[in-house]
């Protein structure tokens, strides 16, 4: 619903529509500034604040190609310096091992990953072990798809030699 102003702005949901294009202009552009600027201290972190709204705007993006194509890695968190990855199994082997899809109590389901005493879901959900019960197939959280899509399209960073 376009407001008096002329901008499609529906205030019942507080949505705001943008076409697929400019906003994936926008998220290229971000992209490319931040590699360009980042510094050795102040690096993005993938999966987290931000990051998580970016990922989702990039979700949005992609929600418009053909069914079964892979996240546009362009608009995506990268290995290169600009970015700091989580320090956890999947992300650092490049595989998504480790992953299981479990139910989540009210949360659906998710790719997740088991430590003591609590574990937590590729999308960022942290839950006690309790609350999960393993399930097969791929889970319905699309973040959580995305993010093993990911860390098997985006190869592992390279291990530094042993001193």
């Known amino acids: 619903m376009t407001d ?3 901008y499609d702005y529906d205030p019942k949901t507080d949505t705001v529509r ?5 906003l994936a202009r926008l998220l290229l552009q ?15 972190r993938h999966m987290h604040d931000y990051d998580l709204s970016f990922e989702r705007l990039a ?7 053909k069914p079964g194509t892979e996240p546009d890695m362009w608009m995506r968190c990268k290995r290169t310096p600009a970015y700091e990855w989580p ?13 299981h899809p479990a139910r989540i109590g009210k949360y659906g389901t998710h790719y997740v990953l088991y430590s ?8 960022g959900i942290i839950f ?17 798809v995305r993010e093993l899509e ?10 530094s030699p042993a001193p």
């Not at 979700?59 to 190609?65: E, F, H, L, Q, T």
């Open 59 to 65: 979700d949005a993006v992609d929600s418009g190609n």
């Open 116 to 123: 003591s005493p609590s574990g937590r879901s590729l999308c």
């Open 87 to 99: 320090d956890l199994a999947p992300y650092r082997n490049g595989q998504g091992s480790g992953t």
């Open 30 to 44: 971000f992209r490319t500034e931040l590699e360009a600027n980042a510094g050795p201290d102040d690096r993005w």
């Open 4 to 6: 008096s102003s002329g």
């Open 18 to 22: 943008v076409g697929r294009h400019d």
């Open 150 to 159: 990911l860390m098997c399209a985006i190869p592992a960073p390279e291990e």
């Open 128 to 144: 006690m072990n309790s609350e999960a019960k393993k399930t097969t197939g791929a889970p319905t959280c699309t973040a959580c």
